[in-house]
């Protein structure tokens, strides 16, 4: 068995990743193919792994955020396409050709600048062109098709570069998670995608790929997800947020564990930690854990009724969380030092979510599982298991 520092450290649920695979392909129409989002590590719980069950099970894509991420993709020996869904230097062409790396292009000034490079470097790089139907974040600009007719000129300008191959095309929805006041806009970003296609093969333009369905996308409009949907979210065990509709029946995959450092009884007025914000009303015992913000405990559950698991009951975080530690209250519990506590997670008939401790904090599960820092060991586990441990 790997050993690894039993302070704080995050499980990461093989046989959940391998579940929530096959509930995500099953949710795909016949003949749409799987893009597989692990960008940020994975969302916090490690691309590699990620990348190599879904791999192993048939995935035909893998998502990234930039030319590094995708390297080490390439560098634990996997090579399913990857595309780049940001910016990437437009010198690091051949690298991205000679790995089979796609690169998103979402304006002509950038599509031209990458061509140039392909041209003097002797490669050619596989792009897929983004459309930004309403986002506003990065994408040729297609939010009016009147107004933003000049961006076809441009998008075909790009598709006809020396230097490139113009793969694939896609969008990214707003709202497709915002449940029925998501779906007006859904729609008509939908048809605006549409048309933009509808245009271009006019112009003899057309693409391998399309895809414009993220996770809430791919479950809430299944009739949307043309030939490719980015998965990402749900992969993990999660949804997007608590408008979806379609559950899924996926399972977390992520639990956050640490244990108690110490126990102190303190007396009633005796106040805890950081700017004294707490104050005993009674006799208490309370517990040190150590994980703080520094772990990815955000300070912002402080005094936010944030609560823990150890012994099978619910065990609530008081006073101002520390860097790298916090106290809990265990008045009465007969907890003791080296118990296991549980974060994130389930213990018998408890469990404290993601999604609770983001509607705690003020953000979305998303954050919370990426914000686990890297001083956090990721443990795999398969049934009782330790199969590999993940130490930055």
Sequence with gaps: MEEFLRRTWAQIDLEAIEKNYDVCRSMLRDGVKMMGVIKADGYGHGAIVYAKIFAEKGCEWFAVSNIDEALQIREAGIDTPILILGFTP??????LALNNIAQAVFNLEYAQ??????REQGVQVNVHIKVDTGMSRIGFLYQDSEDDAASIDEIEQACRLDG?????????????????????????????????????????????????????????????????ARLGIVIYGLQSSGAVKE???????????????????????????????????????????????????????????????????????????????????????????GDEV?????????????????????????EITCDISKRVPRVYMRGDEIISVQKF
């Excluded at 600048?113 to 392909?118: E, P």
């Design 90 to 95: 437009p010198e690091k062409a051949a690298v």
């Design 342 to 366: 549980t974060v994130i997670g389930r213990e018998g008939d408890k469990e404290i979510t993601a999604d609770e401790i983001a509607q705690k904090s003020g953000t979305i599960n998303y």
């Design 247 to 337: 559950q899924w029946g996926i399972t977390p995959v992520m639990s956050v564990k640490s244990v108690v450092a110490m126990v102190k009884d303190i007396e009633a007025g005796t106040t805890v930690s950081y700017g004294r914000t707490f104050t005993a009303e009674k006799d208490m015992q309370i517990a040190t854990v150590p994980i703080g913000y520094a772990d990815g405990y955000t300070r912002r559950l402080s005094g936010n009724g944030a609560r823990m698991i150890i012994g099978g009951e619910y065990v609530p975080v008081i006073g101002t969380i520390c860097m790298d530690m916090c106290m809990v209250d265990v008045t009465g519990l007969g907890v003791k030092a």
């Design 113 to 118: 600048a990458l061509a140039q490079c392909a």
């Design 164 to 228: 490139l191959y113009a793969q694939g095309i896609f969008q990214h929805f707003a709202v497709a998670d915002c449940a029925e006041e998501g779906e007006v806009y859904t729609r008509l970003q939908y048809d605006l995608f549409l048309d933009v296609i509808r245009r271009l093969e006019q112009r003899g333009i057309g693409f391998e790929l399309y895809h414009c369905c993220n996770s809430a996308g791919a479950s809430e409009y299944r009739e949307l997800q043309l030939n490719m």
